[in-house]
């Protein structure tokens, strides 16, 4: 299995660890650390901390709950671990566990498999991108990413964060090159123009929309901006 | 037995014995085995507040960290039973059973598609193992970690002799030795210990 030379934070990785990141965010730092052990050690590591954190917190002003013992040990308990919405992940009952794309087929981490099990549908953007959304949740447009070898993405600039998991193949851009299991994190700062020689699937998560800064590619910036807003309006 | 990796992804928090009543993995364990409910109130006393205080942090809603609360707790009394050892201290267990309720408690709040769940995310380090270890020897491995977790139950002689033999892997004799005792006091304390094990899992002799 190949390393990877981009990991999250320790940060990104504690906050996960606690249950405080989008669920777009979590799916892509699930699958990057299900690929790579060095992050699986970590944010176990973190998981800990963040326990021993929690064990010293006091409560000072907060109702008092006792009233629900009475309730809660009325009910009969569990034998066996619960089935329902954690069945275990079988290739054979999701409708996506692998990727082909030309003559490459890739399988998912487990999580993405998931993601995906709905089915995916891709479209072709310019310069040789296709695109498959995921919805995930209300807060973050999530999307497979395959470019096509020798393609390129148009110069664009993050209206926020945007972190791209590298599942097969490579891609570069200014910063450097990115292979296999690379996690990486752009925020909007970063002005950037992806290409790839070989060609490469990637995995993405935005938390708000990607502006073109550049030529006609920047026509699809109300489109995409109008697309995000209907994914995302579903807000509470 | 356990590769280094199996070891390093298990939480490495240490227990920590609160006040000088019985550690939360006692009373955890009581809780599955014999629906104590003693046992519970002292759980529920000594988690409820931190559980509420992350409710209040994750979703800075008081309705909702209540919720939490109650439904955190109940996870902890339906599923003690499937609670062991092997699955770290009780505290990071009733960690992550709370972080995992919460996310998916804010998920249905925000209407989000239900294709994820936090058990997708943060799977149960044990889950791959676990279903693989149960195809190929079914129901034995239920019973050695039942084994492993009864056997801290046993009288501190038998528990003794227990390791002796099966864990420093010693003849009887030299266990004898070891213990200072003789050989036919520790026969008859681990044919003891092995029919009190037997009788704890349910298995006929």
Known sequence: MTTANFHPSDDILRDFAQGNVTTGMSVALSAHIELCSSCRTRSSELESESIMEWLKLEGDSEPDFSGMIDTITALPQLTTEPQINSAPVNSDDLAVSEIHMLDRSFTLPRVLARAASNGLKWNKLAGGINQAQVQIDNETQCEFLYMTPGSQVPVHRHQGNEVTLVLDGAFEDQFGHYGPSDFLVRNKRDQHQPSTEEGCLCFAVLDSPLTFTSGLARLFNPINNYRFRRATSQRF | ?205
């Not at chain 2, 356990?2 to 070891?7: A, F, L, R, T």
């Not at chain 2, 550690?23 to 599955?32: H, K, N, P, Q, Y």
């Not at chain 2, 003849?171 to 036919?184: D, N, S, V």
């Open chain 2, 1 to 205: 037995m356990n590769s280094i990796e199996e070891v390093t992804s298990k939480p490495a928090v240490e227990s920590v014995k609160t006040d000088d009543g019985p550690s939360d993995e006692e009373l955890l364990l009581a809780v599955g085995v014999s629906q104590d409910r003693r046992a519970f109130n002292l759980l529920f006393a000594r988690f409820s507040k931190r559980i509420f205080a992350m409710g209040m942090k994750l979703t800075r809603n008081e309705q909702l960290a209540q919720d939490l609360v109650q439904e955190a707790l109940m996870t902890v009394w339906t599923k003690a039973p499937l609670y062991d050892l092997d699955r770290g201290t009780a505290q990071s267990w009733i960690f992550t059973l709370t972080r995992n309720r919460c996310f998916d408690m804010l998920r249905k709040k925000k209407r989000q598609p239900q294709t994820i769940s936090a058990d997708d995310i943060w799977p149960q380090e044990s889950d791959a193992e676990m279903s693989v270890v149960h195809e190929e020897q079914g129901s034995q491995a239920v019973e050695v970690a039942q084994i492993e977790r009864l056997y801290e139950h046993l009288p501190d002689a038998q528990q003794a002799v227990i390791e002796q033999i099966y864990i420093f892997d010693r003849t009887h004799e030299e266990a004898a030795a070891e213990l200072a005792i003789p050989l036919g006091t520790l026969k008859s304390r681990l044919r003891l210990a092995v029919a009190k094990l037997r009788t704890m899992i349910g298995v006929e002799q």
